[in-house]
């Protein structure tokens, strides 16, 4: 008898968990946790449940997941070495009390939502209140039984926590000169707002892959790293001399670090919202779902490239073509937001740097006194951890610098100072594995005194894990916390080195075995930067010397 030859395995190509090509079934622990339950639904279990009931009441679904929806991540226990980090589980690194993260669009801030913060820092979180990265402040030390009187304070000055963690649109970042810079080609703030509104808290986009991170800028000095971002727009004028934006999409550092790729497309003002909706509603519908590490945009972007996605939503989201754009400009060094400048209206703006993005309670409560006395109260926070104080008449501008200065914010910082950013680190995270932000502080003043003259542009940004919080691979000089070995063979804190990235240029150079030993950081950060010093040619930078 002839038997049937064994037709060989069909190998079929795993499914990415793409909701659009008919993957709805959960593919990991995350993604069955937000089909379980809507993370914007756990407000109401944290002000009629948790709050009352007290930490030992949470659902951990809720606490090392959907709080994130809320703004809300467990804080690491304090003393807890890097050395740990990763070998414990959650119960035991973490502690009984929270970060959490205040939202603030556009970086735009009014005297009483300043004041209303400074409040909340000294009452609820021990003073602490940290300038992050992408605008917002971050508080320590939250109690669960404090939420519900802390989102009121906060509501009855219309700010809010709403989706600064999770997988949803996190704050939106623009330009923290809109609608002041002389230059400005458009002011985004009512774009930025629209989304926002219409948006955020919004159950349609409560449930994407991952993190999704926007930025809207009109100006001309690109200083919203739209290049990293998920999806931005760029304030442009077309060729028939019609202002709007561009529209770059799938940006991101984090372990696999990628630049945005530009749609070559033109949109109108008024249409902003609707591309925004478009393209979340892709990241929504086809990103990837099947594992954490490739569910940012930026992968399915390096998977379909600018062509496929521009033709994919205008086909399916839009259902018109947009125009095309105008070729996206050379990359530029974003503007430093320190210092005494114009603003269009004939007042100034005075920019000031807290040291790594760190101030406290009482500062802030000073900081909204003197944005009152000297301007109109509107203080915006920055991309670098920086804050700026809008609306102040020229005559009074020294005057409101010596005030600041008083407190160690300086408007004209040594460029160390300036270009510092360190992310949160060990003090409170629990995925680091180094301290961060004293570390930073104590390079800062070391340089300070070893290197007095030293006046080019340089940003040294300081991550304590291979996250990218403070953005290491776009850094001059970017160091990444890791364990490495000292001379006597020991596992110690340290740092891996990368050096000469730029943003729209290229990810900083990492060189095999370029570590330090936190311990050596000054020494070695010093060599650095006097060789540049030593042998960089007029006008060279140091990405172009490295
Ligand atoms: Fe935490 Fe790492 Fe992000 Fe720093 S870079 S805040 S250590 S996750």
């Not at 930490?55 to 226990?77: E, V």
């Not at 603030?104 to 940290?130: V, W």
């Not at 690109?222 to 290049?227: D, G, L, Q, Y």
């Not at 610098?401 to 003090?427: Q, W, Y």
């Amino acid at each position: 008898m002839r038997t049937r030859a064994v037709p060989p395995a069909i190998k079929r190509k795993k499914g990415e968990g793409q909701w659009a090509l008919g993957y709805r079934e959960p593919l990991n622990k995350n993604e069955e946790n937000k089909k379980n339950d809507d993370g914007l639904n756990v407000r109401r279990r944290i002000i009629d449940v948790y709050s009352k009931n007290g930490f030992d009441s949470i659902d951990p679904a809720d606490l090392r997941g959907r709080f994130r929806w809320m703004g809300l991540y467990t804080q690491r226990k304090p003393g807890i070495d890097g050395g740990k980090t990763g070998a414990l589980e959650d119960e035991e690194l973490e502690d009984k009390y929270f970060m959490m993260r205040i939202r603030i669009d556009g970086g735009q801030l009014d005297g009483p939502q300043l004041r209303a913060i400074a409040d909340i820092s000294t009452l609820y979180a021990r003073g602490t209140a940290d300038i992050t990265d992408r605008h917002n402040v971050q508080l320590h030390w939250v109690r669960i039984e404090d939420v519900p009187a802390i989102w009121d304070r906060l509501a009855e000055v219309g700010l809010h926590t709403t989706e600064a963690c999770g997988d949803v649109p996190r704050t939106i970042i623009g330009c923290p000169l809109a609608g002041i810079a002389e230059d400005e080609l458009i002011d985004a703030t009512p774009n930025l707002r629209d989304i926002h509104d219409r948006y955020i808290g919004s159950p349609e986009f409560s449930n994407l892959p991952r993190k999704y991170k926007t930025a809207l800028s009109g100006c001309t000095s690109h200083c919203t790293v739209h290049e990293i971002n998920d999806i931005a727009f760029v304030g442009v004028v077309n060729e028939n001399g019609e202002t709007g934006y561009q529209v770059f999409v799938g940006g991101g550092l984090s372990t696999n670090p990628m630049f945005s790729k530009s749609l070559g497309v033109f949109v109108r003002p008024e249409q902003t919202h609707e591309i925004w909706h478009g393209v979340t509603s892709i990241f929504r519908d086809y990103g990837y779902r099947r594992l954490r590490s490739r569910a940012r945009l930026k992968f399915l972007m390096k998977d379909w490239g600018p062509e496929k996605f521009r033709e994919v939503l205008e086909k399916e989201y839009l259902g018109y073509a947009l125009p095309d754009g105008p070729e996206p400009a050379a990359p530029r060094p974003g503007r430093d937001h320190t210092g005494v400048h114009r603003q269009k209206d004939g007042n100034y703006y005075v920019g000031f740097a807290p040291r790594v993005g760190r101030v406290n309670g009482e500062l802030l409560g000073v900081i909204a006194d003197l944005a009152n006395e000297y301007g109109s109260g509107r203080v915006r926070t920055t991309l670098e951890q920086k804050l700026v104080i809008l609306d102040v008449p020229q005559e009074r501008t020294e005057e409101l610098a010596a005030k600041l200065a008083g407190h160690d914010l300086h408007v004209n910082p040594s460029v160390f100072r300036r270009h510092m950013m360190a992310c949160t680190g060990i003090e409170f995270c629990k995925l680091a594995i180094t301290n961060t932000k004293q570390r930073a502080m104590d390079l800062m003043d070391e340089l300070e005194k070893r290197l007095p003259d030293f006046d080019q542009p340089l940003t040294i940004n300081i991550n304590g894990c291979p996250n990218s919080c403070a953005r290491v691979q776009v850094a001059d000089i970017g160091l990444k916390g890791q364990l490495v070995v000292d001379e006597n063979g020991d596992q110690v804190e340290g740092f891996q080195i990368s050096l000469g990235g730029q943003l729209g240029g290229a990810f900083g150079k990492k060189v095999r075995g370029l570590k330090t030993t936190s311990a050596g950081l000054t020494d070695y950060v010093e060599r650095v930067v006097r060789k540049f010093d030593e042998q960089r040619t007029d006008g060279e930078t140091f990405a172009e010397w490295a």
